[in-house]
């Protein structure tokens, strides 16, 4: 499976956006869904995660409250909605699928073989 996202851009501290995910050349609903995110000179981290139903969500803490991950399977495409944005949450965000993840796997980048280009989030302060 292919996967671009999209979305990303320059927004102020407290603001919003919604980040895609669009996937092609596989079956969307056969794969969990994750967005990691690298900020410069930081190891890449676990933001959050979606089963393939789109019944089982999981985040990272310092997201928790503020983002929200969704899929919508017909479209092919996954989200993260990011609210309340803080200068912190700066980094490109990545997506990421998997056919073969559970439990606490969700939170592992090695559990995902397939990955998105990345798409650059600047909050300012």
């Known amino acids: 499976v292919q996967l671009q996202a999209s979305g990303g851009g320059l927004v102020q501290a407290g603001g919003s956006l919604r980040l895609s995910c669009a996937a092609s050349?596989?079956?969307?609903?056969?794969?969990?869904m994750a967005w990691f995110r690298q900020a410069p000179g930081k190891e890449r981290e676990f933001v959050a995660a979606?089963?393939?139903?789109?019944?089982?969500?999981y985040y990272a803490d310092s997201v928790k409250g503020r983002f929200t991950i969704s899929r919508d399977n017909a479209k092919n495409t996954a989200y993260l909605q990011m609210n309340s944005l803080k200068y912190e949450d700066t980094a490109d965000y990545y997506c990421?699928?998997?056919?073969?993840?559970?439990?606490?796997?969700?939170?592992?980048?090695?559990?995902?073989?397939?990955w998105g280009q990345g798409t650059l989030v600047t909050v300012s302060s």
């Open positions: 990421a699928a998997s056919n073969s993840v559970s439990g606490r796997g969700y939170i592992l980048a090695f559990s995902y073989a397939y």
């Open positions: 050349g596989g079956t969307f609903s056969n794969y969990e």
């Open positions: 979606i089963s393939w139903s789109g019944r089982n969500t």
